[in-house]
């Protein structure tokens, strides 16, 4: 007589992974910064090994509290991405001062260049591509250099609307990817609706543009929560997804999570296998916890973190 197999149900309600979406969520990353950091006692309880974890720099936070991030996560195993705000560095001479202080302090090895947050620069950079020219990166032998994508466009650059300047910056930071022996990837602002953002990375490469795209993806949150950040971050049509949610009682004390649109683009990139969008960027406006939890219960064997908790 063969042996019963008594296997462990499913809690109800419990989310169905599928092999599309845990192969899109293989090597995500997630952003953090040294305030919500310090908030996480175990990354490796919580992030899948080899996961690269940017680290945002909001102007006013010292470059120490920085640096001293970045060393943690690394000697954590994770490698670590801090982002580099052209508008916040005063001068060539800072910009090496940051880079000689992650490298020596933290091993860093990696950065996401931008333009920043703040209207008016504290100095002589006003974009990513300014600081791209300095060449310390190169000279510094950093193994990956990322920069700014915009699925919706960006009133900072474009304050008129429409995309033309946008699109200009991104034919620059081609020429600078065929030249450049670091890796490179364009990482973009989230966005709410796949529909959009398949058409924005379809559109991309119709132009020539053949940079790996890290698309941004809000992670769990409350909606209230979310359309905060949507405005503050010059979310475009997208938005749209978020208010007709709000909309809905049933829907509107529920909190959101990127399910709809990861399994959208995640289909998407299993029917079309030369999808540009090779990989999912969170931005945990709900909690790093919150965020990683989700991955874990949706992706599979590719989300598994480096230590996890056993059940008793």
């Not at 000689?100 to 703040?118: F, H, N, P, S």
Request: hydrophobic share 45%; proline share 7%.
């Amino acid at each position: 007589m063969a042996l019963l197999n008594f296997k462990k149900r499913a809690p109800a309600g419990a989310p169905t992974v599928t092999p599309e979406v845990e192969a899109f969520l293989k090597g995500y990353s997630i952003e953090v910064m040294p305030r919500t950091a310090a908030k996480v006692d175990n990354f490796r309880a919580l992030l899948p090994e080899g996961t690269r974890v940017y680290i945002a720099h909001v102007d006013g936070t010292p470059i120490e509290e920085m640096v001293e991030t970045a060393k943690r996560l690394n000697d954590d195993g994770f490698p670590v991405m801090p982002h580099f705000p052209a508008r916040i560095i005063r001068d060539q001479a800072m910009l090496a001062d940051w880079i000689a202080r992650y490298q020596g302090e933290a091993d860093v090895k990696q950065a996401l260049l931008l333009a920043g947050g703040v209207a008016q620069p504290h100095g002589d950079f006003h974009s990513s591509m300014q600081l791209l020219e300095t060449g310390l990166f190169d000279k510094a032998g950093f193994t990956h250099l990322h920069v700014a994508g915009h699925p919706e466009g960006n009133r900072d650059i474009d304050p008129t609307g429409g995309t033309r300047l946008v699109d200009e910056a991104l034919q620059w930071k081609q020429k600078f990817y065929d030249s450049t022996d670091a890796q490179m990837a364009l990482a973009t602002q989230f966005a709410f609706d796949a529909g959009p953002i398949i058409k924005w990375a379809e559109d991309v490469k119709a132009a020539g543009v053949d940079i790996p795209i890290h698309i941004g993806i809000a992670g769990p949150a409350k909606l209230q929560t979310l359309i905060k950040f949507a405005i503050a971050c010059g979310v475009g049509p997208s938005l749209k997804v978020l208010q007709k949610r709000a909309m809905d009682m049933t829907k509107l004390l529920l909190p959101y999570e990127p399910t709809d649109v990861i399994a959208q683009l995640a289909a998407h990139k299993a029917a079309t296998p030369d999808f540009n969008i090779t990989n999912v960027h969170f931005f945990p406006l709900g909690g790093i916890k919150t965020n990683a939890n989700w991955a874990i219960n949706n992706g599979g064997t590719s989300t598994v973190p480096v230590s996890p908790v056993k059940d008793v």
